[in-house]
RNA sequence: GCCGGGGUGGGGUAGCUUGGUUAUCCUAUGGGACUGUGGAUCCCAUGACUCGGGUUCAAAUCUCGGCCCCGGCCCCA
């Protein structure tokens, strides 16, 4: 016996047919937003994710080298290669693009609750518009497509915020090594105030420094007041091109009915690759998971893969979290397999069994039949363990007049009808169940 | 890579503290009662102590190590 992979998963029927329904929604969702779904190879170069990555991602790759000598890692997320795709295609598209794309995913990190080693990750992105309506967009479909999904403004929250501003703000403030502060920043949910001040101090900033810093992030909260309040407490010119933006992005979502969702939170900040603008991060209210998505701008990537300057907005979505979250909220679909109808025979009916298979698949039901010669009593409780929504009883005795016996399997009633009925109009007895 | 908690039939579990008959129960699967239908019920069958070493007359139980799972740290693209 083997056993599965650390960090995989596999997929029976019944589970497979709750995330194909998921997946159905999500993709209804997107694609009502003008997105357009693209697939990738699993397998890249190794050189397209270690041109921008530090050593700790590098060390989470699935790589290996082939035989031919090349370094080759399964992809650990997909922009690096719709960038690819984009950069080396760009003189062909017309812009903007709106592509998504639900690929499967490898890390090599240690699986924890709503992080695996191979999962699947919703990507959407809008690249060729610097537009702030570009984010705003992005933003939405995140919203709406889990609203679809039977969550509301109770359950999760979005934060906003921007790269460049507190970029901005902090060389203001007469600092030049704010890579390091942000990611100080980035910790700082997790330790104490006291800790981060610490922090702060340790990469020598001084207290005056430090205060503005924990004034500035604690002017979180709803989006566009922020941004407001914001204009007014800081005239900077770089400042206020990044705060006239944001103020587009924060009106048109209120505009789009969706304030309720929003949260601006300068504490945001996203890792460190390559996010250059608005980042933002979707959370369950009560923080019971990890972040839901994650996302921003990343106007350079392209020009960073050799390509033209092509300004870009998406994000990405990961599955186990977003299972967790519906299975909390119960939201996550029976997981239950189905079909349309089930025929079970008494007696040598073969022939006729067959007509019905045709004509039925044919008028595209799905439709089985019992091949392990069981009895009666067997043949229906296997029917039920199929889902199937009604069951044909193909017998000799009925047969001699013509006929065969419908059983709808949801009320229990049952009523004869002519084989050749149901054989030439199958429609006028039976529905489908998708 | 580091830290903590776990591993008993296919799935879920009792037993472990205090070592000692044939390892509990539910479920699943197969068959039967049932000769054309009870999605029921009952009966029968299948099937497990994570692996290896140690202690002991005797280990699922105590002990050490490996493997795996769950959770946390790092990281989170």
New binding site residues.
């Given amino acids: 016996m083997f ?5 995989t998963r596999d997929f029976l029927p019944n589970e497979m047919a709750a995330r194909k329904k998921v997946f159905s929604s999500i993709k209804k969702s997107v694609e009502e937003f003008g997105f357009f779904e693209t697939d990738t190879p699993g397998i890249e170069l190794f050189e397209l ?1 270690s041109i921008k ?2 050593e ?2 590098i060390d ?2 699935y790589a290996f080298e082939d035989k031919g000598g090349r370094m080759i890692s399964l992809r ?2 997909l ?1 690096p290669s719709v960038v690819r795709v984009l950069v080396s295609r760009a003189k062909e598209l017309s812009f903007p693009v709106k592509w998504y794309s639900i690929p499967r995913l490898w ?9 695996l080693r191979e999962f699947y990750q919703l990507n959407i992105d809008i690249f060729g518009s610097e537009d702030p309506r570009a984010d705003t967009e992005v933003i939405s479909c995140a919203i709406k497509l889990l609203c679809d999904l039977g969550f509301d403004e109770s359950d999760i929250e979005v934060r906003i915020s921007d790269r460049r501003m507190l970029q901005e703000f902090l060389l203001n403030l007469g600092i030049t090594n704010y890579q390091d502060v942000l ?1 100080k920043i ?2 700082r949910e ?1 330790i104490s105030e006291r800790d981060f001040k610490e922090m702060l101090a340790g990469i020598s900033l001084d207290h005056t420094q430090i205060n503005e810093i924990e004034e500035f992030l604690n002017s979180k909260g709803d989006f566009l007041k922020s941004i407001e309040g914001l204009s007014c407490a800081y005239q900077g010119e770089g400042i206020s091109k990044v705060i006239f933006s944001l103020r587009k992005i924060a009106q048109s979502l209120n505009d789009r009915g969706y304030e309720k969702f929003i949260t601006f939170d300068p504490s945001i900040v ?5 996010y250059t603008g608005m980042v933002f991060e979707v959370h369950d209210r009560k923080r019971e998971f ?2 839901l998505f ?1 996302g921003g701008r990343y106007d350079n990537l392209a020009e960073l893969f050799g390509g033209e300057h092509i300004p870009a907005v998406g994000f ?1 979505m990961g599955d186990a979290v977003l299972e967790l979250m519906m299975r909390r909220k119960n939201i996550w679909p029976e997981e239950k397999v189905e079909i349309d109808l089930f025929i079970a025979t ?2 040598d009916v073969e022939k006729e069994v067959s007509k019905l298979l045709t004509s039925l698949r044919n008028n595209n039901f799905k439709v089985d039949c019992d091949i ?1 010669g ?5 043949q ?3 029917a ?2 199929l889902g199937a929504k009604s ?1 044909l ?1 193909v ?6 007049e013509g006929n065969v ?1 419908l ?6 009633k ?1 009523s004869k009808i002519s084989l050749n009925g149901i054989i030439s109009e199958p429609s006028k007895y039976l529905t489908k169940v998708l």
Avoid: C, V
């Avoid at 056993?3 to 960090?7: A, H, I, S, T, Y």
């Fill in positions: 056993e599965r992979l650390r960090g994710y990555s530090g700790e991602i989470e790759l650990p997320e922009t890390r090599y990190e240690r699986p924890q609750s709503g992080r990611k980035d910790k997790k996203r890792g460190l690759d390559y990890r972040a994650g990405g008494i007696g392990m069981r009895n009666l009593s067997n229906i409780k296997f039920n363990k069951l009883i017998g000799e005795r009925d047969l001699n016996t059983r709808d399997l949801e009320s229990g049952e």
